[in-house]
């Protein structure tokens, strides 16, 4: 990286800390994510020279994801397992969920992308509408012939307006009803200490490593979740993360999702970027019906079930769990196992579906 794009960095970093700043002293949800995010997509849209640093995005996951495995304590382990068949219907529904909205996308822009080869038009409205990763579906779909940077605007967009309504719409329920969540949902470690902090950044950083090694999807996040997760419902607490630390996660992340939001963005299929809004409201709508039936079937708090089962990504529902105190390793739980089945299974049956359509 060169002088002028490490200017470019450190100038969107401070903007990001100075909207994070302003949504601070304004009491929104999640600020120190949502004002980055919202400041960086502003300024992209608009034609502003922002950048982020996969260095800085790379530690603000691993930062993330080792205070988001401090809450698995062995009382929370045995609370996650016994609600495994919930976290089975969440990852069906999710599935679910994505196809039917792939293919409402296909036949609402068949005409729209005539020009596209039936199998390619096929794999961008499938892969474009599965509720997983952003990154990892456009791999997917390039692999599959699709036009990726439709995919990518998709998930982009999805992304977004989940992480700006949700936490909005949490924050409101919250202060109009006090909701409280189950005390048993609290971190195991919640003082920051030395030479604990240490310990915990090298296991996390060696679990980051590894999952690199493997060549393991969001590696960073994933790794540092797991060891975390691991030494937590071990009984090993060997230090919460600082709040300054999480902050800072937060800032860099909601930066690296901004930044996709570029002048030329605007221009990628107009009609196609509102499908795919309007498709994401509905999405959220049945995914809150969805959310509030299994917090009826298992006894938690509707709010932790509902971010469970929102169409967002994994580190960002966490996120808004963790600020807002709803119950982040229940929410951690199924946002991950929805992850982990999504990124295994929508290939699989983008092929078995594609099968048996040249079959029939």
């Not at 474009?128 to 997917?140: K, N, P, V, W, Y």
């Not at 971190?187 to 590894?210: E, F, I, K, M, S």
């Not at 009826?296 to 708090?301: D, F, V």
């Not at 967002?312 to 966490?318: D, L, P, T, V």
Request: aromatic share 10%; hydrophobic share 60%.
């Amino acid at each position: 990286m060169n002088f002028r794009e490490l200017t470019r960095v450190a100038l969107t970093l401070l903007a990001a800390l100075a909207a994070a700043q302003l949504c601070v002293w304004l009491h929104t949800p999640i600020p120190w994510m949502l004002g980055p995010l919202l400041a960086t997509a502003v300024a992209s849209v608009l034609g502003a020279p922002t950048r982020s640093a996969p260095l800085l995005r790379y530690g603000g996951q691993w930062v993330i994801g080792a205070a988001l495995g401090l809450y698995f304590t062995p009382q929370v382990g045995e609370l996650v397992v016994s609600l495994w068949w919930a976290i089975a219907l969440a990852v069906l529904w999710a599935l679910a969920l994505g196809a039917l909205f792939g293919l409402w996308l296909q036949r609402q822009h068949v005409a729209d992308f005539a020009h596209l080869p039936p199998g390619a038009w096929r794999a961008t409205s499938y892969f474009a509408s599965a509720i997983g990763g952003a990154s990892e579906m456009t791999l997917l779909a390039e692999r599959h012939g699709a036009r990726t940077d439709l995919v990518a605007a998709a998930h982009s967009v999805r992304l977004v307006i989940v992480v700006v309504s949700v936490p909005f719409a949490m924050q409101w329920a919250q202060n109009y009803w006090g909701l409280q969540v189950d005390a048993r949902l609290l971190p195991g470690a919640r003082v920051a200490q030395w030479p604990g902090l240490l310990w915990l950044a090298l296991a996390t950083a060696g679990g980051a490593l590894l999952m690199i090694w493997f060549k393991r999807t969001n590696p960073w996040f994933m790794g540092a979740l797991l060891v975390s997760m691991v030494l937590t419902l071990s009984g090993v607490n060997w230090s919460a993360v600082p709040t300054a630390l999480s902050n800072a996660a937060q800032l860099v992340i909601g930066v690296s999702l901004g930044v996709r939001f570029q002048r030329e963005f605007v221009h990628t299929a107009p009609r196609w970027l509102a499908s795919v809004a309007t498709g994401t409201v509905v999405m959220m709508l049945l995914s809150l019906g969805f959310g509030l039936f299994l917090a009826h079937t298992t006894g938690l708090h509707p709010a932790t079930l509902i971010l469970g089962t929102s169409p967002g990504g994994i580190a960002e529902m966490a996120i808004t769990a963790k600020v807002l105190q709803l119950g982040v390793p229940v929410v951690t739980a199924f946002q991950v196992c929805r992850l982990v089945a999504v990124l295994i299974l929508v290939g699989p049956i983008y092929k078995w579906v594609g099968g048996r359509n040249q079959a029939a």
